[in-house]
């Protein structure tokens, strides 16, 4: 069985600091490892996601994260945040031999970008 | 068209109401899913359909019951309810592997009273 730990629910930063949320993994077999957002009132939506290959990702809109296998950790991190940042970021992992998609959910951080 | 579209988007329902939940998505995925977020919580998976067959159920109580008439909707039946299953829920779709990227409605949110 697969679990993810985001060690901090909330991080509250100013406007253009650089930020990092936190996630760590346990599973006994390969998994993939991906980071959705969560904007007020809406669905979920994929922000990155770790498959295979170079052990770093990155997003569209500036965010990247890396693989550490030895430290089981899939941190995710902005050099500079901006107000429209301001989500719920979930952290999740999915077990590679499973066909059926199941994700399994860390319980999230809020990240609060203020001016 | 790469939406996830959910109905209604908000839903009062009594404990002895019979009400249903519509999900629907024209990409063509093979994958749906329904998750259960209650307020500052991480998503819950409830159920997934593969190829319009049930293929995975959370162990959910059957006062909540799944349908998947075609490969484009998905409903989810809503009968006996309790106020603790109010919540947030979520509908989602994906090509169907682990390593695919899950598309969200925005959701549905439900008060039982």
Redesign the interface.
């Known amino acids: 069985a697969q679990s993810v730990t985001q060690l901090d629910s909330q991080v509250p930063v100013f406007e253009e600091a650089p930020v990092e949320l936190r996630c760590n993994y346990s599973s006994s077999v390969s998994v ?1 490892l991906f980071w ?1 957002v969560q904007y007020p ?6 922000l990155l ?1 770790y ?1 295979s290959g170079s052990t770093l990702v990155e997003s569209i809109n500036g965010f990247e994260a890396e693989f550490n296998k030895s430290q089981t950790s899939f941190h995710l991190r902005k050099p500079s945040v901006h107000i429209s940042d301001t989500a719920e970021y ?1 952290c999740a992992v ?10 399994i ?4 951080t ?1 990240l609060s970008v203020k001016p | 068209d790469t939406e ?1 579209t959910q109905t209604p988007k908000h839903l009062v329902m009594g404990m002895t109401n019979k009400k249903s939940l519509k999900c629907e998505q024209h990409m063509g995925h093979r ?1 749906m ?1 329904w998750y259960k977020q209650k307020a ?4 819950e ?1 409830m159920f ?1 359909y ?1 190829y319009e067959k049930l ?2 159920n959370e162990s959910v109580p059957s006062r909540f019951s799944p349908e998947c008439p075609n490969s484009s909707l998905l409903n989810l039946h809503l009968h006996a309810l309790q106020p603790e299953d109010s919540a947030l829920y ?1 509908c ?1 779709s ?1 090509q ?7 598309f ?4 549905t949110q439900l008060s039982v009273l």
């Open positions: 993939y959705y009132n809406q669905g979920l939506q994929l996601k498959l979930f999915s077990d590679r031999g499973n066909q059926g998609g199941k994700l959910f860390g319980q999230g809020e | 996830v994958a899913y500052k919580k991480p998503p998976l997934v593969s293929s995975i979520l989602a994906s169907g592997g682990s390593w695919e990227k899950l969200f409605g925005s959701g």
